[in-house]
């Protein structure tokens, strides 16, 4: 064999062995199944970076210890949480009294002329759709960015969660003492601010740093209060997850 091919074949398959696992994780996406047996099998599992940031890093000198990450947000690898809860916890339905009857869950018309599947965000309505075959949506109420945070535009689901981490984006570290607490992570399950589920949307191939996800603050819904993501309850998201696929085409209006 050929010196030059034979560096060049060895190269490639370095490669592929280096990027393979965690392309399939990113494609995978949904977590506890291939997240055990990737921590049963090997060491070799990194975490990806924090389920949560919505605001450029801006680099300060760093407590000793930690590090920042492409966020700028300060942690620790070495102690981060899995990905998602290992137990499924049940997800628990929210009194309707407590949601305005015009927020819940219910097949409307829709005049949006997109493919069935696609996710629509309306958020000056407080509205997300799913939309269906025959001129219908499903629709959800959904709390959203306050001013100041709001995103909009095209993106897709490249993954999604059960029962998410959370990790704090480093600024809301440096302002509350009650963020500080989970500065490596909070572990996912029903104390966790992103809920019972979360589907994060990338753009380019990039990470918007944007999740739809779930809620520990029913009430919020209707309203304008989040960092920028988009909360639904945890009923809403958990059934918004079932019906999704990776390659989910979401718009978020202007």
Known sequence: MRPGLSRRHL??????????????????????RLFRAQRGSSGWYQFEDPDYGNQPAVRKPTPRGHKLNAYGQYYDPERLPPPESEIDYPVKAVDPSLID????????????????GTIIVDPKAHFLY???????????GVGVGRDGFA??????????RRWPRW??????VDRDRRARKWVNG??????????????????GGKDTLYRIHGTTEPQSIG?????????MLNEDVADLFEQVKIGTKVIVRS
């Open 186 to 203: 909070q572990p996912g399950g029903p104390g966790n601010p992103l809920g019972a589920r979360a589907m994060y949307l990338y753009s």
């Open 130 to 140: 799913k939309v269906l075959a025959n001129r219908q949506a499903m629709r959800y």
């Open 11 to 32: 190269l490639f398959s370095g490669i592929l062995l280096l990027t393979g696992p965690s392309v399939a994780l990113a494609k995978d996406g949904e977590g506890s």
């Open 101 to 116: 009857s015009v927020y819940r869950r219910q097949v409307v018309e829709f005049d949006g002329f997109v493919k069935p």
């Open 167 to 172: 990790v704090p984006p480093k600024e809301m």
């Open 151 to 160: 995103w909009a535009g095209e993106a897709e689901i490249r993954m999604k």
């Open 223 to 231: 309203k304008s209060v989040s960092s920028g993501c988009v909360r």
